[in-house]
């Protein structure tokens, strides 16, 4: 029976159906966004500029209105215009006489300054009045510059995935593509899974997505063979994730610091930073990858990080141009031709936007300086101390941004620079490695270099003074202070009671310690093997203590059978047997043989007698009692001539122990010899 319904192909195939629509990005691309890597094209980079940073700082301080035109004056010139004051055509290039005139209700607000003999900065309203005694001071700015940063770093994931580089006071990059790349897989997961046969460089799907909410994100134009209408790649979704991590960055140091700033969001930092100066202020601007010649060819090059010094001005001079899409026309060949061939290359890559410098977590500063030029001069040793205790606190206060008391980094040598007249000269010193930094040792250390160039010779009048600090170091990783190895208050206690308690068991139940040994080999084995009589030589005598205790108070039998009627032991065939048991009581023999209790463990030992020491032993150790006896042998050659002589000369120890004596030739008497085995030799005695 067939079925009701009509059979339907489970993968129609209609002919008017295009192929399945890929990705010009490769799954490649895609793990090396998860890695930051400054090769990936899908790379998010982000630069955020706070906006007229020290008037702002200056307005929040003073708490005047956002609207309120303000300018930071730093003595004759002013250094900072906020926005509202722009309006009326302030410039920094303007005097402040001029600026009055332009904004009549225009607030001057100097900057905080040093005075001579202060410890701290301040804010001095006569500082104008008062330069040759005031030396400026940015450390208030600093210290907001320290706020921002920690705000931006709260904000986003912890390290690694965060990539924070502080590029200057006011200015910060950050590498997003980390970030970006676990949200972009939470949203789309189908670049979760492996690439399609484990090739990395088959090319993704496309996105899903036809249209992109930038918000109120200011989009670059894009480049003139590329429209709207075509559908967003994989880079836009990572611009757009980017744009929506740095809005959340700003917004946090809105409002929880009252600061704005504008951001610019690219593939890399060059492209970042000049976006983020290209809507102002507090906006950000997105240089989508499509976009980026046309974004890049409306600037000057000299605009551009790197070429805005000596070499732009190279540039222009040798090519007599200045805009960027301009510079584009010359050939690659040219570049290199005019520029050399490194330079020329870097030129040809940057001004096409290509940027593949890393986002740096630390910028490395090589050294610190503070400096004041005196008009009038100063003349004296006790003027130039007050000056140099204001440039140990600027320092120092520098340096404890840079890690100081954290030991993450620090400098290694003071210099002071002296100007007197058209002569400079310089002094240089160490700082103790073990030492720890501060304001007084800074200080300490520019006296005495200030010392020893008023010793070389003529100082006075003084025109200029710098103290700098230079040759950085990477502190210790993983080191704590002697702080972290202690406890305190209840904690402590805790401690000490159960030490205490742990203690105690320990001692309760600890064996009883064994006697170290003071003796060699020899002496030890001895040890084991000795007797209860002793030899005559007054040496083995006074050295008992390293061949082993003898018992004196047992004088050796005259005979065998004496022996055995001590020891109570009958005479059996050709050896000896133990009677009786009525021996079990006894202790140690101190022979080193066994014991006597062991021996009558038995009720049948066979016996021999030993003609060195005339006892009888148990025929089972007579192997181990004659290697007593030759390791004994050894033991008195090792004592020396003296040991020598007195056995040779026979005589009777105080014991009363017989000693064999030499014969005529001075060798030990036959019963005595024994034979020398392959590989020894025989002593020579006496």
Known sequence: MSSSQPFIPSSPISPSAGPLRKSRFTYKHLSQLALSSNTSPLR?????????????????????AEDQPLAVQQWQGLIAINYPARKFGLTRFITISEAKKLCPNLIMQHVATWKEGDAKWAYHQDALAHIATHKVSLDPYRLESRRILACVKDVLPPPPVQRVEKASVDEVFLDLSAQVHSILLARYPELSGPAPYDDPTECLPRPPTTALDWNTDALIDLDNNET??????????TMLIGSEIVRSVRAAIRERLKYTCSAGIARNKMIAKLGSGHKKPNQQ??????????????FKFTKIRSLGGKLGEDIVSKFGMEQVSELLEAPLGQLKSKLGDDTGSWVYEIIRGEDTSEVNSRTQIKSMLSAKSFRPTINSYDQAAKWLRIFAADIFS????????????????????????????????????????????????????????IVDGRAWPCANLQLSVGGFEEGPTGNRGIGGFLVRGDEAKAVKRNTDEHLSDSLNSRPEKRPKSEHGAIQRFLSRQRTSHEESDEDVSSTRSDIGRFNASSSPPNSVNDWQQSEGYSSRGSGHSIANGDFASLGDSGNGSPTNSSILASNDVELYFCLECGRSRPTGS????????????????????????????????????????????????????????????RLAFG
């Not at 709207?228 to 979704?237: A, K, L």
């Open 285 to 298: 601007t997105i240089v989508r990858n499509r976009a980026v010649q046309q974004f890049l060819g409306g």
């Open 398 to 453: 520098r340096l404890v941004e840079e890690g100081v008391l954290e030991n993450k980094r620090r400098p290694k040598t003071v210099n002071l620079h002296h100007r007197q007249g058209g002569q400079m000269r310089s002094r240089q010193a160490p700082i103790p490695s073990g030492r720890a930094i501060d304001e007084n040792v800074l200080f300490e250390m520019a006296k005495n270099l200030l010392g020893q160039i």
């Open 44 to 64: 998010v980079i982000a630069h955020v500029d706070l906006d007229a940073f020290y008037a702002q700082c200056e307005g929040i301080r003073l708490g005047i």
């Open 228 to 237: 709207e209408d075509d559908d967003p790649d994989w880079d836009d979704i």
């Open 622 to 681: 007579k192997e181990e009692h004659q290697d007593w006896h030759f390791a004994k042998s050894l033991a008195a050659a090792e004592k020396g001539n003296s040991s020598q002589q007195a056995t040779s000369m026979g005589r009777a120890s105080p014991k009363g122990l017989i000693v064999p004596k030499r014969t005529s030739t001075n060798k030990v008497a036959p019963h005595t010899q024994k034979k020398v085995e392959k590989g020894q030799s």
